[in-house]
């Protein structure tokens, strides 16, 4: 059966990327993966957090990168989703990891912001060896050159390349980059080509699948299909119904 992925937490219900979207998404048991975008501040904390500027989604400015986390601490990263949210704050990934631990499987997708952030491979492997969670998060990224780091860091941590479009050669570029894991936009999914990576060894994630009628389009493609969502209910609906 496909695995139902919260998108940034339970986005549709709380403010992406905090602990109150991530409390929402341990709380059905229909929610078995999380997903969650890590950047480092300027004074190399892994924070949960997708946009390289603070404008969009907190009651701060400028880019995040420039920020040191006790800066980032003082801003509301609540109360532009909603009121009851108000001082919602950016969390750590250590904070995600000792709220989740092994409860949920983890997808950590690597952000860089337009400065670079060296170390942020790094930092993000300590943490999951520091909490044993290798068997429960595995890493992802766009950046190609982050996963490969991942890789020389760490053996026993299941990586994976995000991609937009269907590249030529994606099982040399997965190789290349020793990842196992290959994240895709949802509508460039097919069957077979769904069919023929799962069947080669790896496994999919199609993202960020919101409306009902194309939940129910990807959720057939095959049954190991892992599926991000904005709207995980959405989802667990359509899979009672099959």
């Given at each position: 059966m496909n695995i139902c992925m919260a998108h940034r937490g339970w986005s549709g219900k709380a403010p992406e990327n905090t602990l109150a979207a991530i409390r929402l998404a341990l709380s059905h048991p229909g929610i078995q993966a999380i997903e969650m975008d890590v950047q480092l501040t300027k004074d190399g904390v892994p924070v949960l957090f997708h946009d390289f500027y603070l404008d969009r989604t907190t009651n701060g400015t400028g880019r995040l990168v420039d920020q040191d986390y006790d800066k980032l601490l003082r801003l509301d990263a609540g109360s532009w989703f909603d009121s009851s949210f108000v001082n919602e704050k950016i969390p750590t990934l250590e904070s995600v990891f000792q709220l989740v631990g092994d409860r949920r499987m983890m997808n950590v997708e690597l952000k860089r912001g337009s400065a670079g952030q060296p170390g942020l491979e790094k930092r993000v492997v300590q943490l999951i060896h520091q909490y044993g969670l290798e068997s429960s998060v595995f890493v992802t990224s766009f950046h190609h050159q982050l996963i490969k780091n991942v890789r020389s860091f760490?053996?026993?941590?299941?990586?994976?390349?995000?991609?937009?479009?269907?590249?030529?050669?994606?099982?040399?570029?997965?190789?290349?980059?020793?990842?196992?894991?290959?994240?895709?936009?949802?509508?460039?999914?097919?069957?077979?080509?769904?069919s023929d990576m799962i069947d080669s060894g790896v496994?999919?994630?199609?993202?960020?699948?919101?409306?009902?009628?194309?939940?129910?389009?990807?959720?057939?493609?095959?049954?190991?299909?892992?599926?991000?969502?904005?709207?995980?209910?959405?989802?667990i609906t359509l899979l009672g119904k099959n």
């Open positions: 760490s053996d026993d941590i299941r990586t994976g390349l995000i991609v937009e479009g269907r590249p030529l050669l994606i099982h040399e570029q997965l190789k290349e980059a020793g990842a196992s894991i290959l994240s895709m936009s949802y509508a460039y999914l097919t069957k077979d080509f769904v496994s999919m994630v199609a993202w960020t699948v919101d409306r009902p009628s194309e939940i129910e389009r990807v959720m057939v493609l095959h049954p190991e299909l892992q599926i991000a969502t904005n709207h995980p209910d959405r989802m």
